[in-house]
Nanobody, 124 residues
Framework: QVQLVQSGGGLVQSGGSLRLSCTASGRTFSNRAAGWFRQAPGKEREFVASITWSGGSTYYRDSVKGRFTISRDNAKNTVYLQMNSLKPEDTAVYYC?????????????????WGQGTQVTVSS
């Protein structure tokens, strides 16, 4: 069993930056892919970014490419999402997740463990 605890988030002005962290308990974090998803009010959950078990490859949705960076520190059982140049349309509850496998995945069904969610609000 893996439990994920998120931190970070909050309120920031447009153009600002935030960093989200997600720390996992359990031994199976380091050999699995991890990802970030978000859900805005009235919208479906959407994929944001994913990273392979080693951190060697990453994948992003088009709207965040060049602004967001996903990374991980397996020694700390932690995955990060650095968000720069934030826009009001990035406002959402952000969730970290750990996948079944080791590669990167964009479908929520490929993830088996989820964090509690953290609110990110970007004001214009």
């Amino acid at each position: 069993q893996v439990q994920l605890v998120q931190s970070g988030g909050g309120l920031v002005q447009s153009g600002g930056s935030l960093r989200l962290s997600c720390t996992a308990s359990g031994r199976t974090f380091s050999n699995r892919a991890a990802g970030w998803f978000r859900q805005a009010p009235g919208k479906e959950r959407e994929f944001v970014a994913s990273i392979t078990w080693s951190g060697g490859s990453t994948y992003y949705r088009d709207s965040v490419k060049g602004r967001f960076t996903i990374s991980r520190d397996n020694a700390k059982n932690t995955v990060y999402l650095q968000m720069n140049s934030l826009k009001p349309e990035d406002t959402a509850v952000y969730y970290c997740a750990v996948a079944r496998g080791a590669l990167y995945y964009i479908q929520g069904d490929d993830y088996v463990y989820w964090g509690q969610g953290t609110q990110v609000t970007v004001s214009s």
